[in-house]
């Protein structure tokens, strides 16, 4: 196989061309955008963070051009710029899909159904972790934890929550994306797209009819451990072993309210195991 002179100075690790610089009138714009990211900080360079966000909304991923623009309106080198670009996962490296479908695969999600969600996903859609659908819909992806260990499984879709998904409400929401149905996550803002999503978190106003007020009925997350630190029941969830009983559409099982894998699923009286109380005044002023 043949290769190009531009491909034969990649693979040599020969430096590439400087990037191109964005059109006048695009540059012009996103450069009274940095200016007002820029003046919320004392220090310039702290901005950096926001205005990666501002180049990915131009584009729908971080390029080299965008790269180049942080560091001519900060003052920094590109290197720089790349190294901050390139350590965190938020800012995409290459062209991705409107709606970035993350499917959390940490401990809880895992063993509630999203790891048979992420599996039965890319085999839906047809493409593996960080691919995009043909028609450049949906980018679909693994996950770290979002802190929603509470409504596990959850799926994520340009940062919003989707939270208590199975393997077949997980299908029935990309093909909604892909069909532009209307999908409300289950709580917080309306979907928008990622290059929406990117100039949002760039610091600037979402602009659509009621989206700021918008909000969901999930309730607060993370309280199920302060409700069993108070005594009060909660009906437990059990994950069985894969058998010839367990849904076979990785729809999470659902036990009884006194079912549980083990005691310390229950609520404990733990107060035998303080220190015994010291008596006297010095204890009494204490308290």
Same mark, same amino acid.
């Given at each position: 196989?043949?290769?190009?002179?531009?491909?034969?100075?990649?693979?040599?690790?020969?430096?590439?061309?400087?990037?191109?610089?964005?059109?006048?009138?695009?540059?012009?714009?996103?450069?009274?955008?940095?200016?007002?990211?820029?003046?919320?900080?004392?220090?310039?360079? &702290?901005?950096?963070?926001?205005?990666?966000?501002?180049?990915?909304?131009?584009?729908?991923?971080?390029?080299?051009?965008?790269?180049?623009?942080?560091?001519?309106?900060?003052?920094?080198?590109?290197?720089?710029?790349?190294?901050?670009?390139?350590?965190?996962?938020?800012?995409?490296?290459?062209? &991705?899909?409107?709606?970035?479908?993350?499917?959390?695969?940490?401990?809880?999600?895992?063993?509630?159904?999203?790891?048979?969600?992420?599996?039965?996903?890319?085999?839906?859609?047809?493409?593996?972790?960080? $691919?995009?659908?043909?028609?450049?819909?949906?980018?679909?992806?693994?996950?770290?934890?979002?802190?929603?260990?509470?409504?596990?499984?959850?799926?994520?879709?340009?940062?919003?929550?989707?939270?208590?998904?199975?393997?077949?409400?997980?299908?029935?929401?990309?093909?909604?994306?892909?069909? $532009?149905?209307?999908?409300?996550?289950?709580?917080?803002?309306?979907?928008?797209?990622?290059?929406?999503?990117?100039?949002?978190?760039?610091?600037?106003?979402?602009?659509?009819?009621?989206?700021?007020?918008?909000?969901?009925?999930?309730? /607060?997350? &993370?309280?199920?451990?302060?409700?069993?630190?108070?005594?009060?029941?909660?009906?437990?969830?059990?994950?069985?072993?894969?058998?010839?009983?367990? /849904?076979?559409?990785?729809?999470?099982?659902?036990?009884? /309210?006194?079912?549980?894998?083990? &005691?310390?699923?229950?609520?404990?009286?733990?107060?035998?195991?303080?220190?015994?109380? /010291?008596?006297?005044?010095?204890?009494?002023? $204490?308290?």
């Amino acid at each position: 196989m043949t290769t190009t002179p531009s491909e034969q100075g990649v693979s040599l690790g020969m430096p590439q061309l400087p990037a191109p610089d964005y059109p006048d009138d695009v540059r012009a714009r996103l450069e009274a955008d940095a200016h007002d990211v820029i003046a919320r900080y004392p220090d310039s360079r &702290s901005a950096l963070l926001p205005l990666l966000h501002l180049v990915q909304s131009e584009e729908g991923h971080v390029t080299r051009t965008g790269m180049r623009f942080c560091a001519d309106v900060l003052g920094l080198t590109t290197a720089e710029v790349t190294a901050v670009a390139t350590f965190y996962s938020m800012y995409r490296r290459r062209p &991705s899909g409107d709606y970035q479908v993350g499917v959390c695969t940490n401990t809880l999600c895992a063993v509630m159904g999203g790891d048979a969600i992420f599996e039965a996903l890319q085999d839906h859609l047809g493409v593996g972790n960080g $691919g995009t659908t043909d028609d450049g819909k949906v980018t679909l992806e693994h996950i770290e934890c979002n802190a929603a260990c509470d409504f596990a499984p959850v799926v994520m879709v340009n940062w919003e929550f989707f939270d208590n998904q199975t393997v077949s409400s997980a299908k029935a929401l990309v093909d909604d994306l892909r069909a $532009g149905n209307q999908v409300d996550p289950t709580r917080g803002a309306p979907l928008c797209t990622f290059k929406d999503t990117a100039r949002i978190l760039a610091g600037f106003p979402d602009e659509r009819e009621g989206a700021v007020e918008a909000s969901g009925s999930a309730g /607060p997350a &993370s309280l199920i451990g302060l409700r069993l630190a108070r005594g009060e029941t909660s009906a437990a969830r059990v994950v069985h072993p894969r058998g010839p009983g367990a /849904p076979r559409d990785g729809a999470p099982h659902d036990p009884s /309210p006194t079912e549980h894998l083990s &005691s310390h699923d229950a609520p404990q009286d733990t107060s035998a195991s303080d220190p015994a109380h /010291p008596a006297g005044p010095a204890a009494e002023e $204490g308290e």
